[in-house]
């Protein structure tokens, strides 16, 4: 994936986190689990997010399309939001995740 495509993912993702946690969708409350491949955000990405929205956020990175699906297809992965690989999104809907 280039790094221009990765770079908006991160930011649909952190806005789809914001837009949650904004509108209470978001799980416990002051909480926000989130998902994303590894290498895709700076390293105060979270910080800034957490601190910008008043948010403790629980960041869990995946390195691989299978570890994340592992965790997706068990069920109740906990996550609030979970940046995938858009070429799989698709494929995760038709499967109820």
């Known amino acids: 994936m280039s790094t221009r495509i ?3 993912s991160t930011l649909i993702g952190l806005a789809t986190a914001a837009l949650a ?3 209470g969708v ?3 409350a002051g909480k926000l689990n989130v998902s994303n491949w590894a290498e895709y955000m700076a390293e105060d990405t979270i910080e ?3 601190k910008e929205f008043d948010v403790e956020v629980t960041f869990t990175p995946y390195d691989s399309v299978e ?3 592992s965790k997706l297809l068990a069920g109740n992965s906990g996550y609030d939001v979970v ?3 858009a070429s799989q999104v698709a494929r995760l809907i038709k499967g109820g995740i």
């Open 6 to 8: 990765a770079f908006k």
């Open 21 to 23: 946690f904004m509108t």
């Open 26 to 28: 978001a799980g416990a």
């Open 48 to 50: 800034n997010f957490a």
């Open 67 to 69: 570890a994340i699906d």
């Open 83 to 85: 940046s995938h690989a």
